[in-house]
């Protein structure tokens, strides 16, 4: 990340106690195709989360099976997933604008993920970063009903986001993002996305504490 380097970051909150591990972060993609722009955007934001002290993990989902309840729920591309969210303390979801949503490959992805997991949530209380690109003019479709998606997995969404319109032109051959003010939102994403993840990794059980499901467990 060599547009990164003079560049200094204040990710750390003064004054609290953090754990000592690096930001455990996973990233998704929406795309299968063979220069996918949601998965160039995707490797792009796992590079600049590595330089800011992240350990990344990426999910390939090529094989994953439609979501079919129970059928398929031991197939190891199922069960990785599974296994990488429970892992993650945050994640980014990337995906291309498809009939102006998100694509139904990433969609697949946060549906094989479930609310609960006997007395284990993989996804409540971690926090949550969202791309999109497009082929054309921006738009913010998808980007939006991901929003709404990662409200009802009660993940904690951070505000800002990215949407890179005309997304073929922005992009070197060796699949590096071009200089522009695209790629400088991505770094503030991903930024915000370190922020939140230090203050709310320690103390999500307590942010996502509910009286409704205290009385349910009762």
């Excluded at 990340?1 to 003064?14: A, G, I, R, S, V």
């Excluded at 990488?84 to 945050?90: F, T």
């Excluded at 284990?120 to 497009?134: E, F, H």
Aim: a neutral charge; hydrophobic letters at 35%; zero cysteines.
């Amino acid at each position: 990340m060599d547009y990164l380097k003079k560049e200094e970051f204040n990710l750390k909150p003064e004054g609290l106690t953090l754990s000592p591990h690096k930001p455990r972060i996973l990233v998704l993609y929406g795309s299968l195709r063979e220069r996918s722009y949601s998965r160039l955007l995707a490797e792009e934001a796992g590079r600049i989360l590595e330089y800011m002290g992240a350990e990344v993990r990426f999910y390939n989902p090529d094989g994953l099976p439609t979501y079919d309840y129970e059928r398929s729920l031991e197939h190891p591309k199922v069960q990785e997933l599974r296994e990488l969210s429970l892992w993650s303390e945050g994640q980014v979801w990337s995906s291309p604008e498809l009939h102006g949503n998100m694509s139904g490959l990433l969609k697949t992805q946060i549906d094989w993920i479930p609310l609960t997991m006997g007395a284990v949530r993989p996804t409540q209380g971690r926090t949550l970063a969202l791309l999109q690109v497009s082929g054309g003019s921006q738009s913010f479709n998808a980007v939006n009903n991901m929003r709404v998606l990662g409200r009802w997995m009660r993940m904690i969404t951070i505000p800002n986001q990215s949407s890179v319109a005309k997304a073929y032109q922005e992009f070197h051959e060796d699949g590096q993002m071009k200089e522009s003010s695209f790629r400088n939102r991505v770094v503030d994403v991903m930024e915000e996305l370190m922020r939140f993840t230090y203050l709310t990794r320690d103390h999500s059980e307590f942010l996502v504490d509910r009286y409704s499901e205290r009385l349910g467990g009762n």
